[in-house]
């Protein structure tokens, strides 16, 4: 009972979704409840981000909407048709993990939605100045082997 | 009331035989106000909470044991964290019967069940009136489900299978029965006879039907395939979308299509199709342009005509030409504020006149600077003369000074030079030239530097003393 009431909400986001999706959004794969890709732009003309789109991965627990999605950019060849980069931010770190409070078990709410969080993954990209990676970011992505849910992430820096 | 007796009402609420509210198809569309944040339906025994959020009670249940702190007893209201103990499940009446109004499919759609109702109807629909919903077979025995209304009057197990007269198969009794499903009126049912039983129309493969248009008799449920490829069937021609009107049995197309001529114009079709498809394109992408541009045209143009305005009202009272000038392209405005069109004639001889305007100023602006250039070097001059002039004046004093101070001097070599005198010779004391050499050679310190610098010392007469009294 507890995975269809996750796949309820889920068909019900996804039906509103293709009524209507806000700019800079677009949905790629929602095929299963279990696993969608999300496509975002960043709208304005932030010189970091300014003609890239980049895909979102997220995936839903039997638990969501009361847990968070897991959520993470991932990455498609430059040399593809769809070349999908990780963006440059102080809280992403290349390989697509993102640190962000709103994602965490605390600071995740259950009126959250897919679009919501992309639309605040946008807003977070379109605030960013520093075109760089988040301090320890080469020793993060060799060593971490943990789910993200698991990745114990401090939210010290309010400012980005 | 308080967290913990929110909870504790969750095991009163708890019933078995109770429809997913959840699980619904609402057919008519809802306002998203109605909806829980949580789980996205329209609200279902709303609880309201003290920041006025209201959610389903289940879904709040289930984010209060998520997100309550343990410490506390409060937790954030997942909408805007403020934070909360207490919750009312008091909500407006009003709120509830808009959810409870809005229409939903019966739960049992998939087995036939047409029946629309409000939501708040549905309980009861389903637990008094809907036939088919399923319950479990009155034979004990068995383990299948029936429908409510195909349970005879006697409630016998419907499960066993009996056989079909036609193609020996063993059905169940009860999709043998008459159906009152909307049974999918596709052409196969239309072509066979009429029967009114759910096996008979759609399912007994011992079926058999006739094609129309050959003639030939094939199991009905090999039709299908057999129409698509029946050489009999009519079909238009290939070209039938340029014009040709052509409709032929499908063994002689083959002939037709070759000999028709707009067959073989059909690719030149097509390549034109194409063309203008991307020619509409590219008008549809030029006319955004040119919307744009237009839209930039008007903008530069009222710019202009507020910076018009602007210094119009700056050159106010400069000079009567001027004045009248910009008195004139005010007027011009006002007319161009007032329509649109007399503007746009208007706007290149206004633009023209500006320019002309400014162009007088700056020339105006260029005499200025020349006669103000003029007026700075004379006033140099007249100070340069005023300062020579003292210059003079200063050296004059200067030189009165130095005979003064020469003529001071003087007593003092005097003295000297007649006491050298009276040792030498008293006779030639008054004498000029010796006190001359005096000075130069016998003189002390400061009257030595100064002594040769003053040429020749004037010979002192009588009345010096007097005039050099009355001057200090």
Known sequence: ?160 | MNIQDFMALEADSSHDELIDLRSLDFVSSYDSHLMCPICHCPLIEPARLQCDHVFCQKCLRSAITTFRSADTDEFPCPSCRTPTSQISTSVPRLLINMCEEIQVRCPFATEGCQEVVPRGHIQSHVDKYCGYRLIPCPDEDCEKMSRKKDLQVEQRCMHSYCRCSRCEEDIMEQDYEVSNAPALFNLETILINCVSQEHDKELCPSLETTCVDCGTTIPQRNLKKHIETCPEVVSPCMASKYGCTAKIRRAEIATHEQSCPLVSIGPYFEAQNTRLNSLELKMRHLQQRNEIFEDGLSNIRSTLLESARATGGNRGGRSATENDRSQHGRVDDDESANSSNVFSSNATTYLLSLHESLREEVSQMSHALTDLDARASMTIMNECLRIKEDMAHTNAAVNSVRMQVQWLMNPRLHNGARAGGMRTNASTAGNDTTRSQLTSTSAPGPSNAAGPSLGPIRPRRPSDSGREGTKL
């Open chain 1, 1 to 160: 009972m507890a995975s269809s009431f996750a796949n309820k909400r889920l068909s019900k986001e996804l039906i509103k979704m293709q009524e209507h999706v806000p700019p800079g959004i677009s949905i790629v794969k929602s095929d299963s409840l279990e696993e969608w890709q999300m496509d975002i732009k960043v709208l304005d003309d932030n010189p970091i981000y300014k003609g890239h789109t980049f895909r979102l991965k997220f995936t839903f627990s039997k638990k969501y909407p009361i847990e968070p999605p897991e959520v993470q950019f991932i990455e498609l060849p430059a040399t593809s048709d769809t070349p999908r980069p990780i963006p440059m931010h102080p809280h992403i770190y290349s390989n697509g993990i993102i640190c962000l409070d709103l994602l965490s078990n605390s600071g995740w709410s259950p009126v959250q939605t897919v679009e919501s969080v992309c639309m605040s993954l946008q807003s977070m990209l379109t605030a960013n100045t520093r075109d760089e990676r988040p301090p320890g970011d080469s020793e993060f992505v060799a060593y971490n082997r943990r789910r993200i849910r698991d990745i114990p992430f401090v939210y010290e820096d309010d400012n980005v």
